[in-house]
Nanobody, 126 residues
Framework: QTHLVESGGGLVQSGGSLRLSCAVP????????IGWYRQAPGKDREGISC????????YYAESVKGRFTISRDTAKGTVELEMNSLKPEDTGVYYC???????????????????WGQGTQVTVSS
């Protein structure tokens, strides 16, 4: 079974930065796209970023483009999400997720990732 564990959430002021990390099993990292979703209170989950297992290509939602960077660290077995220039509207629970068709899912909004982490809270104050 695939088990994903997020870490790095916390409280930060507007304009600040946080770096989230998702620990990914080796097999999953090699074979599945890893995405990041977030969910604000009362809102649906929003797919904000994804990295392809095949070629390392990346996707960013317009809401985070230019501010967030997704990367993989194969030595550590993690996928990172560096978040810069944070805004209060970035507040929410952030989840990493894995799926072999992750890039398709997140770019089309169709379907649901197979595997999910437990989530980590990110709070951005004004």
């Amino acid at each position: 079974q695939t088990h994903l564990v997020e870490s790095g959430g916390g409280l930060v002021q507007s304009g600040g930065s946080l770096r989230l990390s998702c620990a990914v099993p080796e097999f999953t990292l090699q074979n599945a796209d890893i995405g990041w979703y977030r969910q604000a209170p009362g809102k649906d989950r929003e797919g904000i970023s994804c990295i392809s297992s095949r070629d390392g290509s990346t996707y960013y939602a317009e809401s985070v483009k230019g501010r967030f960077t997704i990367s993989r660290d194969t030595a550590k077995g993690t996928v990172e999400l560096e978040m810069n220039s944070l805004k209060p509207e970035d507040t929410g629970v952030y989840y990493c997720a894995a799926d072999r068709q992750g890039m398709y899912i997140i770019t089309t909004g169709l379907g649901w990732f197979d595997h999910w982490g437990q989530g980590t809270q990110v709070t951005v104050s004004s």
